[in-house]
């Protein structure tokens, strides 16, 4: 029987195959015991599906036949009434992750037309990620114009790198205008920040580094729990070997593809964001790193080594800048699950006087160094939702 009365919040995570979503108690003033539940609606080659996993544990699906543009039209609208028939409440607001705040030190704000066409103005800077991003709050605002809407940006948590980060080395002007660093990935490192002075205080006023590893991966080297250096960039292709994109590449090769083979600006992007990493090292074999273990291929053993080997050198870099280390946190689904490509990393990291456990738990919040290590390592889940709702709450409230 649905509860009618009891105000929601919904968060969405727009991907470019699924959307990811959770329902929270709007009433809630953002103390942080408001989810109620976890879902995702993912499209499949005829149809698409949505599971949700209330707090409780209890689980409900529903499927329809696929309809065109994932973050749009058709999709939203089977999840809007969805939520409206099965949700215990009504809807009273929605917050979104968006990928590029720009130069927005502050990680929610509330939409409105301004902000709106200020997200937009950034869609060149990450052409793929935020117009995923901006269509459910269009569409919501067109549909549903009712819901207050909130937006929280990956970028946010980084805008304390100093000069020394941000610059890449071009000539002042250019990063005058925007062609600097500005690090991603902000969400979980924003949600890590704020947990990790249960698990580990002396980290979490010293110096940590925190290595989101999933399909996307990045690292963040953190003082104090601020950020002071992180390995994402202008775009999300710097840095670390991801599922499909290089990480670190020396441009000198774009500029042979573009002159020797005549490679295009769209032949680069789909070669940079769908065909390197994991899955091009591997040679087609996956981008996943699930599949990748499970192979016996011997480029399926390289893919992965050379992960490793790019965690390993970043932590290097990110260790130099932070002048020491304290901790090493991992997270995001490879960062929470892979024990091997934990242990692998952590072997990596012993000349920092990390010294590791080699057993298999996996349990989040679990310690994975030795009693007298210098330096503590842990697992710990992430849940960007969790801050969006924050974000978003305590901007409800306020206006309210
Ligand atoms: P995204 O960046 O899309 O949010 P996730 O954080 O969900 O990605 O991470 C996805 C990655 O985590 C995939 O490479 C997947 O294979 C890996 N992963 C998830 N569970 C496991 C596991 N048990 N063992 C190894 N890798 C895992």
């Known amino acids: 029987m649905t509860d009618h009365s009891r105000p929601l919040l919904l968060v969405l995570n727009a991907g470019s195959s699924s ?7 709007a009433a809630d003033s953002g103390a942080g015991n408001s989810c109620l539940g976890h879902g995702s609606l993912e499209a499949h080659a ?76 950034l869609v060149p800077m990450a052409p793929l990620h935020q ?15 009712g819901l207050a809407q909130f937006a929280c940006f990956d970028t946010a948590f980084h805008h304390s790198l100093d000069p020394l980060e941000i610059s890449f080395g071009l000539p002042r002007a250019m990063t005058e205008q925007g062609l600097r660093r500005y690090g991603f990935h902000g969400l979980s490192y924003e949600y890590i920040a704020g947990v990790l002075p249960q698990y580990d205080p002396r980290a979490a006023n010293g110096r940590t580094i925190v290595a989101h590893l999933g399909n996307g991966a990045s690292l963040c080297a953190m003082h104090n729990r601020v950020s002071r250096a992180t390995t994402m960039g202008f775009s999300t292709l710097d840095g670390l070997l991801m599922g499909t994109r290089p990480g670190r590449l020396d441009p000198g090769v774009l500029l042979y593809l573009m002159r020797e083979r005549g490679m295009s600006a ?5 070669l940079l964001y769908h065909r390197c990493g994991l899955l091009g090292v ?19 053993a390289q893919a992965i080594a050379l992960f490793v080997r790019s965690v390993v050198r970043e932590i290097g870099a990110m260790a130099a800048v932070l002048g020491g280390l304290d901790a090493l946190v991992f997270t995001g689904g490879i960062g929470e699950n892979s024990a091997p490509v934990r ?29 007298g290590s210098k330096v503590s390592a842990w697992t710990i889940a992430t849940d960007e939702n969790a801050v969006i709702a924050r974000h978003a709450l305590a901007l409800l409230h306020d206006s309210a």
């Not at 769209?266 to 789909?270: H, I, T, V, Y």
């Not at 010294?355 to 919040?365: E, I, K, L, V």
């Open 19 to 25: 959307i990811k979503f959770s329902l929270y108690d």
């Open 46 to 121: 005829d149809t698409e599906r949505l599971i949700f996993r209330a707090a409780d544990g209890a689980q409900q699906s529903a499927a329809w036949p696929r309809t065109e543009g994932t973050a749009d039209t058709g999709t939203l609208l089977n999840l809007m009434e969805w939520i409206d028939h099965h949700a215990q409440g009504r809807l009273c607001a929605a917050a979104h992750r968006v990928v590029h705040g720009g130069d927005r030190t502050l990680t929610g704000a509330r939409v409105n037309s301004t902000l709106m066409r200020e997200l937009q103005a």
């Open 131 to 145: 117009p995923l991003c901006l269509a459910p709050i269009d569409y919501l605002a067109r549909e549903h114009g």
């Open 266 to 270: 769209e032949a680069l992007e789909d």
């Open 282 to 300: 591997s040679g087609g074999i996956a981008s996943d790193m699930r599949e990748l273990a499970d192979s016996t291929a011997p480029a399926a």
């Open 343 to 371: 242990n692998a990393i952590l072997d990596g990291c012993a000349w920092l006087g990390l010294q590791h456990s080699s057993a298999p738990d996996t349990s989040q919040g679990t310690c994975l160094s030795l009693p």
